[in-house]
């Protein structure tokens, strides 16, 4: 899909949609429950969608009534999945199913797109040798077997908090305490933060024994329960940008009190505005886009904690020194650092590019409300965010779709 969008400032009130990451997180509780629960809040995102199906796939029976989901939970211990889960393009459904799989002691299969499965898994593959567990993986899908034992586990955490995560909702099943150990630095720990919040609306308990331990105690049970999806600040952020830009727009659904790290958008907006700061996106990563086009069309900016960027849905340090480049802008990518130099922004001669990657399609469009231009490959916002452009008109900003020629 290639849309058009016309120079303009935005002004208006709009919801934030609900969090994907915490979306992730509640549906799985749920259906790892003894009984049916609901959670509200559900947007259709393709993210989203890859975990209810992944879900099904393994037994769990979900009806969706608009934005509300019936999830009646399977032990999943016991579960043979009836077919190949279908993680898409979601590097969540992904990691939080690997552990969930092992539970038991049948093969199961994941698959989804190329890119996906170029994306680290190495941390499960050498935890799965580790125990003599099946862990076989190819271009195309991973397929695992266990069944997973209570223990000890070490893990690196500094490249990913998914696989924190997925362990976090399989551990708890098992006969047996658990330690998870994760060497430091940790990256996103707030992402471990909503994970624990998740499995405690479910009645399972988990906590920190120092700052790098989890204790988790084995033999628990998820509790049904009926749960609520918080608004997302990672998205809500692409439109608190465009009051940096000349707009006026208002966003409601966000809990002042959220444990969210991308919370902390609002702190390095205010930064970026006043001057050129240095910034860690290390525990923020899916800001970098929108945090890096602000730099651009502001007083500029170094970040550091950047390379996580390369394993996201695009190599996001590298896509937006390219995309910003048609603005006039001058990036600088190292492996661990991002320069960003400010300019006069121009119009762009040529179409953006959105790279299959939904944050950056939404940092593009963003911009281009300065600017006016095109972008090709839009649709990658359904990924997490499908009305992206009927919010951004609703704010007056005008989005036309545009055939492509034949």
């Given at each position: 899909?290639?849309?058009?969008i ?18 992730h ?8 429950s ?25 037994g ?9 989901i ?25 990691r ?14 994941l ?27 190819d ?11 209570a ?9 990913s908090s998914?696989f ?5 909702f ?8 658990s ?6 630095p ?13 499995l405690?609306v479910?009645?399972v308990k ?30 809500a952020?692409f ?9 006026n ?13 991308d ?14 700061p ?5 525990d923020?990563?899916?800001?970098g ?27 996001r ?14 990036v600088?990518?190292?492996?661990d ?9 121009n ?60």
């Amino acid at each position: 899909m290639k849309v058009k969008i016309t120079k303009g400032k935005a002004a208006g009130f709009i919801e934030a949609p609900p969090s994907k990451s915490m979306a992730h997180r509640l549906l799985i509780c749920a259906g790892l429950s003894k009984g049916t629960c609901t959670v509200h809040g559900i947007a259709d995102s393709e993210d989203v969608l890859a975990t209810i199906d992944c879900l099904e796939a393994m037994g769990v029976r979900c009806e969706k009534k608009g934005t509300d989901i019936t999830v009646t939970g399977t032990d999943i211990r016991k579960a043979s999945p009836g077919r190949v889960l279908q993680c898409r393009e979601s590097g969540s459904t992904l990691r939080f199913f690997v552990p969930l799989c092992l539970l038991s002691g049948f093969n199961a299969a994941l698959t989804g797109s190329e890119r996906l499965l170029e994306r680290p898994l190495g941390i499960y593959k050498n935890l799965c040798e580790e125990r003599k567990l099946l862990f076989s993986q190819d271009k195309n899908s991973v397929m695992v077997k266990g069944p997973l034992k209570a223990g000890k586990y070490k893990l690196a955490g500094n490249i990913s908090s998914q696989f924190i995560s997925g362990l976090l909702f399989a551990l708890p099943l098992l006969e047996g305490d658990s330690l998870l150990k994760i060497t430091p630095p940790i990256e996103s720990r707030s992402y471990i933060d909503m994970t624990i919040s998740a499995l405690n609306v479910f009645g399972v308990k988990v906590r920190w024994k120092d700052e790098n331990t989890i204790f988790i105690k084995g033999n628990q049970e998820y509790c049904a329960e009926e749960a609520f999806v918080e608004g997302d600040y990672s998205n809500a952020a692409f439109f608190e940008a465009l009051n940096l830009f000349g707009g006026n727009v208002k966003i409601g659904n966000l809990m002042t009190d959220s444990i969210q790290g991308d919370k902390v958008y609002g702190k390095m907006f205010k930064q970026l505005e006043s001057g050129t700061p240095i910034l860690n996106v290390s525990d923020c990563p899916d800001l970098g886009p929108i945090l890096f086009a602000v730099a651009a069309a502001k007083n500029g900016g170094v970040f550091s904690g950047t390379s996580r960027l390369k394993i996201k849905e695009s190599n996001r340090g590298e896509v937006m020194a390219e995309e910003l480049k048609k603005f006039g802008a001058s990036v600088a990518v190292y492996d661990d650092e991002i320069v960003i130099y400010p300019a006069k922004f121009n119009v762009p001669k040529e179409p953006l590019n959105g790279h299959n990657d939904h944050r950056i399609v939404m940092t593009e469009a963003i911009l281009l409300t300065l600017t006016g231009g095109t972008i090709e490959g839009a649709e990658a916002v359904t990924k997490s965010f499908p009305d992206f452009f009927e919010k951004l008109t609703s704010l007056g900003i005008e989005v036309e779709e545009i055939e492509n020629q034949q």
